[in-house]
């Protein structure tokens, strides 16, 4: 993995195979760490699964088997130091953005999928409760699309909710997103209004002031 906050995540240990079962299964075995530039250890190996750095805080695991792929244990957060600064709670947990991260309670192992999901703080606080089914987590983007059962909305880094009430949506670009209620796609604004009312079959992203759209 990348260095950040000049430590890079490292896993100590071998991929294996059981050729007991049919078709094989792969077996990761060994723990994880974080070096210094040096090469040199400053968190030593001793989480079943960890994440990068981001924001001087990285997502670590103690429990989890075979590398998260038969899921286990919980995450927390460590500081730079190695300090568990928020405490192993989570059953998956995504790299702090803006002070922000998502995380998931019921949810399988880095696939960000089934249970419930939420976004914290720095300090381990719901600044999101754990309600939504998904929430597709791009730190690019200022805007993370959610979904409540069928339909979809949006939450900001800096805590701006548009709930759930869309058939589907696209990304914001340029302060607009694309999204669609029954079988037409218009535009809201960052307060979940329309700018653009639904009346496309079709459309794509803003980009230098236009977006493409397609009229049945």
């Not at 300090?123 to 059962?149: A, C, H, L, Q």
């Not at 009430?165 to 696209?170: R, S």
């Not at 607009?176 to 079959?201: C, H, M, N, T, Y």
Request: hydrophobic content about 40%; charged content about 25%.
């Amino acid at each position: 993995e990348p260095f950040r906050s000049g430590l890079a995540l490292v896993r100590l240990g071998d991929i294996d195979w059981n050729w007991q079962v049919k078709p094989p299964q792969r077996v990761v075995v060994g723990k994880h760490g974080y070096i210094k530039k040096s090469g040199e250890f400053a968190i030593e190996a001793k989480f079943d699964l960890g994440k990068t750095f981001s924001e001087g805080l990285a997502a670590v695991n103690i429990g989890a088997t075979n590398g998260g792929m038969e899921g286990g244990g919980k995450w927390g957060y460590i500081d730079a130091g190695g300090k568990l600064v928020i405490p192993l709670q989570f059953d998956d947990a995504w790299s702090f953005h803006n002070g922000r991260a998502v995380v998931g309670l019921g949810a399988k192992i880095s696939q960000q999928c089934g249970g419930k999901w939420g976004m914290i703080d720095k300090s381990g606080k719901y600044v999101v409760e754990p309600e939504y089914d998904w929430i597709f987590n791009r730190p690019e983007e200022k805007y993370f699309r959610t979904r409540k059962g069928d339909r979809f909305g949006f939450i900001s880094t800096e805590g701006n909710i548009i709930p759930p009430q869309f058939d589907a949506t696209g990304t914001f670009q340029e302060g607009l997103a694309a999204v669609r209620r029954g079988d037409e796609w218009g535009f809201i604004d960052e307060q979940g209004k329309f700018a653009v009312v639904p009346r496309f079959s079709q459309c794509r992203g803003f980009s230098d002031g236009r977006a493409a759209v397609m009229v049945a």
